[in-house]
């Protein structure tokens, strides 16, 4: 079994609807998948279907933990169709600040996550577009990163960035992590932008660069917006399409 971060501290880059529908593919050839929502904004969340905010949520979850308790994560786990989901609420905001000053606060998802890794092939956590406790917290529990990122000039400066925070989480706090790659978003072959991001990306990072990338398609926007996943939407889609062949990728990078 494997943990997969999928981050990036912009928002808009495609974490949320990477995480949900790469899980969907991974689903769909047979894998158990739980995903992880741990954005504030609870995106996620509602891309599955879960409008009114649900209870407990991973800030309750984060917060014993916080306060010495490992509390029964199974509590806060949600069948979403045929993955689980720990879902997220807005209060998921007020963490940031209160885990600042807690012993082990980097610790506290890793803990969680602990009893139930067995029962999962793959364990998804979709981040905040920001790198602060939570999105630590996400890369410590992690064997991986995944960074979705959308084809354009000013999402490469952070690409940097993010790369010096993966590159200090490494060292100080979990060796095994590992960046399983970039993903291209919302690519248009026709905007020469999109291109010449993409040889720079390569020309930096090689073979970290997925070669699926994944197109703009209204159908991935649609779906999300009815809360469900691509195949349950539009399987003969663009978008359905590309998450099935990163799906494939995903598993030769990561073996
Ligand atoms: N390939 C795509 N084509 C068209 N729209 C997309 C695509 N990927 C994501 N979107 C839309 O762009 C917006 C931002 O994507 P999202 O996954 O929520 O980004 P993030 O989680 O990084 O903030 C959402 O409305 C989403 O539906
Ligand atoms: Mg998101």
Redesign the pocket.
Known sequence: MSTISIA?Q?????????TMNLAAALQQMGNKILLIDL?PQA?LTQALGFLDEPNPTIYEMLRDASMGEIPDINKAILQAGEMDLIPAALDLATAELELVSVYGREKLLTKLLAPIKKQYDYIFI?CP?AIGMLTVNALVASDYVLM?LQAEYLPLKGVHAFMQTFRKIRNQLNENLNVLGFVL??YNQRKNMNKSILKRLQDDYGNKVFETR?????A??TA?EKGVDIYRHDKTSN?AIDYLKLANEFLIKIE
């Open positions: 990036i912009k928002g808009g880059s495609g974490k949320t609807t990477t954005d995106n979709d577009p979705p978003t919302k994944i197109r703009e398609n209204i991935l926007a999300q978008g």
